[in-house]
């Protein structure tokens, strides 16, 4: 029996194109099924997305761009992953941990960020509304609690009312966004800003990226939230208006 040492696994697998990537590890989850012809594209996404389906005899495989230059071993579990899923079957954990490590890393980071911000469009409103000025909010409680030190983002009210998302922040375009729904008499005032503090402390405290894990809410993060005044009302006001949207 041969038995290949690590680098030799890695050799080999740098001499394999992407397709037989794909071909064989669509052969190790499906080894009674016929082979289909594969097709590999990679496509200038705005992140890292990839695309998968089986149709006529034919397997396409659309990855975005920025993970052409990916190596060999990265190409493969993300190979694992999307012919799992194609068929309905749980990725491979240790496959998933793999590729997302990947993606964590700083210089990944900095690809996928770049390419958000140039080839994404970000659409949001005026930050003045009918009711609140996000960016009168903004500068209001940068002097209250960062000693005006924070360097304005972009502001904007989201295009449609969401009630399940009611603010974020995107690093990649540095815009906050805060839900259409809060511009309402409905919403109290403390509870528009407080989520308008919750998003000014992303820009205070960026996300953390250890491994395979993204800490979005950081510790300090999560104490310098109880900072704001009549936080537990303002949680409160938050949850009730929810509770009342239709």
């Not at 697998?13 to 071909?23: D, K, R």
């Not at 954990?93 to 994404?120: C, F, I, M, P, T």
């Not at 960062?146 to 995107?170: C, I, K, M, N």
């Amino acid at each position: 029996m041969l038995h290949l040492g690590k680098m030799q696994v890695e050799a080999a697998l740098f001499f394999e194109s992407v397709e037989q990537i794909y071909a064989r590890v669509f052969k190790g989850l499906r080894p009674r099924t016929p082979l289909p012809q594969i097709s590999v594209r990679y496509k200038k996404y705005a992140n890292a997305n990839s695309r998968i389906r089986l149709e006529d005899g034919l397997l396409l495989v659309e990855i975005s761009d920025l993970l052409e230059t990916a190596p060999a071993p990265i190409q493969e579990a993300l190979a694992s992953v999307l012919v799992a899923k194609l068929f309905g079957k749980t990725p491979d954990q240790d496959r998933l941990a793999q590729y997302r490590h990947y993606l964590n890393r700083a210089d990944v980071r900095h690809s996928l960020h770049s390419a958000k911000r140039e080839r994404g469009r970000k659409t949001y409103a005026d930050p003045q509304g009918s009711i609140y000025d996000l960016t009168q909010m903004f500068a209001d409680l940068n002097q209250q609690y960062f000693q005006g030190l924070l360097t304005p983002p972009a502001l904007g009210w989201s295009l449609r009312p969401s009630r399940t998302v009611l603010g974020h922040y995107d690093p990649s375009h540095h815009v906050i966004v805060l839900s259409r729904s809060l511009d309402s008499a409905a919403a109290a005032e403390k509870a528009v800003r407080f989520v308008m503090f919750h998003e000014m402390l992303h820009l205070r405290y960026p996300t953390e990226n250890r491994g395979v894990r993204r800490c979005v809410h950081t510790p300090e993060f999560k104490r310098a939230e109880r900072d704001f005044a009549d936080y537990t009302e303002a949680k409160e006001a938050l949850k009730k208006f929810v509770r009342q949207q239709p």
